[in-house]
């Protein structure tokens, strides 16, 4: 009989064979693993984006254009950022009711859900302000006492000292600080909304716009305690003016009136 020689395998076959096997394991995870984060958070903007654009078509585009390019009805939109977005809808002052020298505010009529979803559409139009977190506008870290200086020396002038608002010229206002979310604030200070102007990290640093909010809140705080009584709406010279001539002046009426009529009863006796 014939012996059949047995074939002697190469000692590094097996270990071909195994990375044949983890090559195409490694290919089957590949094909069923779930995406991984950054996948995920792609693919939300992605839907994000979609569902804006179509919140935009329907309450956006017949003001401001079908791209955000703007129209003699609207501003361009393009590179307005996230941060402007959610103050002006966030706000309800967006959209507007009526055209006129100021959008007031007014009830909000979409979701956070929503107004995020505009905004990520607003955004893929042009890069701006993003919308700040709770630690760049939250009160840990403030200083009340520099958010004062620096709200007198930048705001005063249209908020009165106490962000109580005041007004302007030709129609316009500016509103009241008091009850405004600390976000809203800081978006308004990033944008320059309608008549205010923009306040960019350049010009106010982030530091800066908390210390400013900071300062808002303890002046306006439901615990804030006036020291000085009566504050007339904390409106400055107008409202103390006014109190003045009403009855200061009332008062010294009534007291000449009182002198006459004792003098003319002190005649007749």
């Not at 890069?127 to 009160?139: D, K, R, V």
């Not at 009340?144 to 316009?172: P, S, V, Y």
């Not at 990033?190 to 303890?218: C, R, V, W």
């Amino acid at each position: 009989m014939k012996k059949l020689s047995a074939r002697r395998r190469h000692p590094l076959a097996a270990l071909v064979v195994l990375l044949l096997a983890l090559a195409c394991t490694g290919g089957l995870y590949a094909v069923f693993a779930p995406a991984s984060k950054a996948q995920a958070d792609e693919t939300a903007q992605s839907l994000a984006i979609d569902e804006g654009k179509k919140l935009f078509a329907v309450g956006c585009a017949s003001c401001h254009g079908a791209g955000g390019q703007g129209s003699s009805d609207g501003p361009s939109l393009v590179g307005v950022g996230a941060a402007a977005v959610d103050f002006q809808v966030g706000t309800g002052r967006m959209p507007a009711q009526q055209p006129g020298a100021q959008v007031p505010k007014k009830k909000v009529i979409y979701t956070q859900a929503e107004i995020d979803q505009l905004a990520a559409y607003i955004s893929s139009l042009g890069a701006g302000p993003s919308i700040p977190t709770e630690a760049q506008y939250g009160p840990d870290g403030a200083d009340i006492a520099k958010g004062g200086e620096l709200f007198r020396d930048n705001c005063t002038q249209c908020h009165n000292f106490t962000g109580k608002g005041g007004a302007l010229t030709h129609g316009k206002f500016a509103p009241s600080l008091e009850g405004v979310d600390p976000k809203h604030i800081y978006e308004a200070m990033q944008t320059g909304p309608q008549n205010m102007p923009s306040f960019p990290d350049t010009t106010l640093s982030e530091q800066n716009k908390k210390d400013i909010i900071a300062y808002l809140n303890a002046v306006n705080g439901d615990d804030t305690v006036s020291p000085g009584g009566l504050e007339l709406g904390g409106l400055g010279p107008v409202s103390e003016g006014l109190f003045a001539w009403i009855f200061g002046l009332g008062a010294l009426i009534a007291v000449a009136v009182w002198v006459a009529a004792r003098t003319a009863k002190a005649k007749k006796s």
